[in-house]
């Protein structure tokens, strides 16, 4: 890995810190190249501290490490990504990141949608909203339509009109999206008994 140390004067870079499993960014710091050393070598992820002008490995007093996965160097050869697996919280005020974020998994617009659902679960007259409607009449309404959605996909994947199947499809997921939270899940839930089964 080339990096170039000598960019700045003091020969620091960034490090950009993500999750590797969330893929959250928890934190920036950084390093020269005897922290680079140190964090490939004990593979916890260590730093050069500014204000103490010395190495700083994080989780040093705290226990709250960062386990190295993988450092990533950018197109200038100045920065450095580092996949880490964070044992605890990364900031220093006990938040998950140093941005106050939680650091949990992100399903880009299907999580957006999950928080559609239980707000209309919740807020939304069942008269104008088909997500009211459907809470009200029950679990087992609900299962229903699953059922009915996934025959609808099945049939559509038989045939060859892709738009078909690919409206069934959402239409699929959708369902399953309110059978989840009728049920007291979410995705996250899924998420993780698929990692467990994927050990």
Known sequence: MKIDFNKNKDGLIPAVIQDATTKN???LGYMNREALEKTQETQKVTFYSRSKERLWTKGEESGNFLNLVAIKNDCDNDTLLISVNPVGPT???GSDTCWNDENTSNFGFLSQLESV????RTAADSNTSYI???FEKGINKIAQKVGEEAV???IEAKDDN???FLDESADLLFHYLILLQAKGFTLKDIEAVLRERHK
Do not use: F, N
């Open 25 to 27: 960014v928890l934190m």
């Open 91 to 93: 900031c220093h005020t």
């Open 117 to 120: 659902i239980e707000q209309r």
């Open 132 to 134: 009211a409607s459907l």
């Open 152 to 154: 609808e996909t099945v």
């Open 162 to 164: 892709d738009g078909l």
